[in-house]
C-alpha cells in the first residue's frame, strides 16, 4: 500500500527497512517456525503503528493493527533496485497491480481489471524494457483512480489551481529508449469464394490419372467400384449400371450414403475394403488437385468415416497332407488347374503370380522359378507383381511333378488355358471351383498359400525365410504362421 501521496514526514528508506526487519531476517524467520520447539508464533510486527509514528497525526492508526478507511492509498510504487517503496506497494490486493513478462522478443503486460478476478494479458510489441516498465507504472496508476472509491472524489478547485497543468518532463528525465516500431499486425485474406466442379469433370480427370498409374486391369477394378455408386453415365463406362448417387458435386457425396452401398453388396469383407479404398483414393486426388475443399479440417477426407472392413482374429485354413493328395486328384481331369495348384502348394505363389509363369521362368536345372514382372502382348496386360520380383525355389514335391509335366506341355504358359493363352484369373477360379466342388471339397487358391506358410513354418523355415519366399512382409508372417513354428528350430 502507498501512503507517499499523503503531506507527511518520512525519515530515510533505511528506517522502513528496519521497521520490516522482523520479517525478512533470518533470525526472525527461524523464531517463527513453527516446528522448532520454544519458537514464538506471534509476529515480530504486528501493526504500521511504527510507520504510523512517522506521518501526521490525521493518519495514524486509531487502534492497533488498524488503518482508518478515510485514508484510501492512492497509487503504488515500482519496486526498483534498492527502493523500499515497491514492497509497501506490493502488499496491496492483487487486483490492483501489473506485470510485465517476455516472450521472445514481445513484453507482455498482466493486470486485473477492476471488478474481475481473473488476470488479462495484453501485447506491448517488440518495446524497450525502459519504456514497458513506464507503461506499466502508468496502468497501475490508472487502475487505482479507477477504484470505486476513488471515482467518486474529486479535487478542489484550488488544489487543482495550485497544481495547474502538468510540466514537461527535462530532457534528462525522457527515458533513452524509445519504443521500437511495431511489427503490423497480420490481417488473413479472405477466402475466395469458388464454385465446385461437376462431379463428371472431376471422374474424367481421375481416370485419366489412374490410367497412368495403374495398370490396365487395377483401372477396370477401380472403375467398377466407383460404378456402382456414380453410375455408368458419369464414368463413361461401356458396361451400363444405373448409380446411387443423385448429386451434381462432390459436396453431395455423403460417407453414410456410401458405407450403405459397399454394405448392401454380396461380398465378403476383403471386396468391401476395395471399395473402400477406391473411394477413399478418389477424394485423396481431388483435395491434391483443389476439386474438393473439405469442411473438417480435422479430418479432411470424408471417406475416413467409412468402416476399415478388416476382419480381426481371422482363422486360416490350411491343407494336411492327406487332403493336399486328394486335392490334387480330384484336378487330375485338368492337368493345367492341377499344377496350378501344385505350385500353389509347393511354391507359395498367389493366384495371379501362378497364371503368369512362363517356361522361361523355370530354371534349366528346376531348382527355382523366377517371379518377375511380364506384358501379355495379346491381351495388352500386365502382370504387375504385388511385391515385387524374387525367386522361390522348386521342392522336391514340386519337382516331381513339374519335370513330367513339362516334357508335355505344348504353350509357352505353365498353366494355360483351355485355348492355350494366359488364363485369366476369374475364369480359372471357375474352373477350379467346378473341379473341388465335384469332388465333394471346399478348398480356395488362398488355402494352398497357407498350406505351404504352415508347413515350412513347422519345418526349419524361419519367418524370415518364408516371407521373403512368399513375397509378404515379416509382420504379416508373424500374425498368421508364428504359432506354428517350432519352438526348438526358432
Known amino acids: 500500500q502507498n501512503f507517499l501521496d499523503f503531506p507527511c514526514s518520512f525519515p530515510t528508506v533505511d528506517y522502513f527497512k528496519g521497521l520490516i526487519a522482523g520479517w525478512s531476517s533470518l533470525v526472525a524467520r527461524q523464531a517463527h517456525n513453527l516446528k522448532v520447539v520454544g519458537s514464538n508464533p506471534t509476529p515480530a510486527t504486528t501493526s504500521f503503528s511504527g510507520l504510523c509514528n512517522v506521518l501526521q497525526p490525521d493518519f495514524r492508526t486509531s487502534k492497533k493493527g488498524t488503518v482508518p478507511a478515510k485514508c484510501a492509498f492512492l497509487c503504488p510504487v515500482t519496486t526498483t533496485s534498492g527502493d523500499f517503496s515497491g514492497t509497501v506497494a506490493r502488499s496491496h490486493g492483487r487486483g490492483k497491480m501489473a506485470s510485465v513478462y517476455t516472450r521472445g522478443k514481445i513484453r507482455w503486460i498482466k493486470f486485473y481489471p477492476p471488478g474481475k478476478s481473473e488476470p488479462t494479458r495484453q501485447s506491448l510489441g517488440a518495446v524497450d524494457p525502459a519504456w514497458a516498465e513506464l507503461i506499466r507504472r502508468k496502468l497501475e496508476l490508472e487502475l487505482h483512480l479507477r477504484t470505486p472509491e476513488l471515482r467518486q472524489v474529486e479535487l478542489p478547485g484550488n488544489i487543482l489551481e495550485t497544481l ?151 482363422k486360416i485354413v490350411f491343407l494336411t497332407q492327406p487332403q493336399i493328395d486328394a486335392v490334387l486328384e480330384a484336378l487330375k481331369p485338368s492337368p493345367a488347374v492341377r499344377m496350378a495348384a501344385a505350385i500353389m502348394i509347393y511354391a507359395g505363389l498367389r493366384r495371379a503370380e501362378t497364371l503368369w509363369l512362363t517356361k522361361s521362368n523355370v530354371a534349366g536345372n528346376l531348382k527355382f522359378l523366377s517371379v518377375v514382372n511380364k506384358t501379355d502382348e495379346e491381351k495388352d496386360l500386365e502382370s504387375s507383381l504385388k511385391t515385387g520380383e524374387r525367386s522361390v525355389p522348386i521342392l522336391p514335391p514340386l519337382k516331381a511333378l513339374l519335370e513330367p509335366y513339362l516334357e508335355s506341355l505344348k504353350s509357352e504358359w505353365i498353366c494355360p488355358s483351355p485355348r492355350g493363352m494366359q488364363w485369366d484369373g476369374d475364369n480359372f477360379g471357375a474352373s477350379h471351383h467346378r473341379l473341388v466342388r465335384a469332388a465333394g471339397l471346399h478348398h480356395t487358391c488362398l488355402h494352398y498359400r497357407h498350406t505351404f506358410a504352415t508347413q515350412r513354418a513347422a519345418g526349419d523355415w524361419s519367418l524370415f525365410r518364408i516371407s521373403k519366399t512368399m513375397g509378404n512382409s515379416i509382420a504379416v508372417c508373424e500374425k498368421y504362421y508364428a504359432a506354428f513354428v517350432d519352438p526348438s528350430l526358432a
Do not use: W
Open 164 to 314: 495547474g497543468d502538468p510540466p514537461a518532463a527535462p530532457p534528462s528525465q525522457i527515458p533513452p529508449h524509445l519504443p521500437l516500431p511495431a511489427e503490423p499486425a497480420f490481417v488473413p485474406e479472405a477466402p475466395v469464394a469458388r464454385a465446385s466442379p461437376p462431379v463428371r469433370e472431376v471422374l474424367g480427370e481421375y481416370l485419366a490419372h489412374i490410367e497412368v498409374e495403374n495398370s490396365p486391369h487395377h483401372v477396370k477394378n477401380k472403375i467398377s467400384y466407383l460404378k456402382k455408386f456414380f453410375g455408368s453415365e458419369l464414368l463413361g463406362a461401356k458396361e451400363p449400371c444405373k448409380g446411387v448417387f443423385l448429386g451434381e458435386t462432390l459436396e453431395d457425396v455423403r460417407a453414410g450414403d456410401v458405407r450403405r452401398l459397399i454394405d448392401s453388396l454380396p461380398v465378403g469383407k476383403k471386396t468391401k475394403r476395395h471399395h473402400r479404398n477406391a473411394f477413399h483414393s478418389f477424394f485423396e486426388y481431388a483435395m491434391k488437385c483443389g476439386f474438393y475443399e473439405p469442411s473438417n479440417f480435422r479430418y479432411p477426407n470424408p471417406m475416413s468415416a467409412l468402416p476399415s472392413y478388416y476382419e480381426k482374429n481371422k
